[in-house]
């Protein structure tokens, strides 16, 4: 598999070429990134003009990831996407190509097992609880707020029941400082955004009920945690040709 990282000078990146590099299956055939430097291209349209890409890893910005992908999709490219940021109607359009064009595509918010466990808990959890609350924590250089892993387990969380408000019984609030009960997402299920150096990822998913409290929590103390499941994301979109999002779709 000829595999091209785009954000290949960031800490994600560096982290995808050495996971390629180490895999008997696969082949970097390009690193793309605006860094320029020694053979490193600086987009994905100079990078295909070289070198034959089966898949490209994407792990940018969230303002460059949505072109990114159609522009992949466009030039039967099979796209791996990591970095979060997109909105419902992009992923919707994003879909909506890799079906006309039948090219595979991964959208996955969080690579790691572990984390993606804990969205799949969570899920099996909100048959149970009727208030549910998320609290993500990332470093202070993450540009998006709230993560999409906390989207992403809104979502999963509100798709039990898309009828059911997760904030049963709250009274009228009256917020003294604007956001301090965070974002209000899907069901009705706030998410609070934390950013602070020392930290790289972390999500808590917190269910309420009458004299009782459930928790759960995943911590990401080095990204290398991410690399088994984008080794299972490119050897997926590589094999088949579906759109995917959230990893938890193909473990």
Do not use: W
């Amino acid at each position: 598999m000829k595999i091209a990282v785009c954000g290949a000078c960031g800490k994600m990146g560096k982290e995808v070429i050495k996971a390629v590099g180490e895999n008997p299956e696969m082949k970097l055939v390009a690193k793309i990134d605006i860094c320029g430097g020694e053979s490193v291209f600086k987009s994905i349209e100079d990078a295909i003009k070289s070198v034959e890409i089966d898949v490209l890893v994407d792990f940018t910005q969230p303002k460059s990831i949505f072109d990114n992908a159609k522009f992949c999709l466009n030039n039967k490219i099979r796209p791996v996407i990591g970095t979060t940021g997109l909105s419902d109607a992009q992923i919707e359009e994003l879909k909506k190509i890799s079906k006309e064009k039948n090219v595979s595509c991964l959208i996955a918010p969080n690579f790691s097992t572990g984390a993606v466990l804990m969205m799949m808990f969570s899920q099996q959890a909100a048959k149970y609880f009727d208030n549910a609350e998320i609290i993500e924590l990332h470093h202070n250089q993450k540009k998006d707020a709230p993560s999409g892993t906390a989207i992403k387990t809104a979502q999963m969380i509100a798709g039990v029941n898309e009828n059911k408000t997760f904030a049963t019984g709250n009274c009228e609030e009256v917020e003294l400082i604007k956001g301090s009960r965070g974002g209000v997402a899907y069901s009705d299920i706030h998410i609070h955004s934390v950013r602070m150096p020392g930290y790289i990822a972390s999500q808590e998913v917190i269910f309420g009920a009458s004299g009782q409290i459930f928790k759960l929590r995943h911590d990401t103390m080095d990204r290398a945690c991410y690399m088994q499941g984008v080794i299972l994301a490119i050897k997926h979109v590589a094999q088949n040709s579906d759109f995917v999002y959230g990893l938890e779709n193909i473990l």
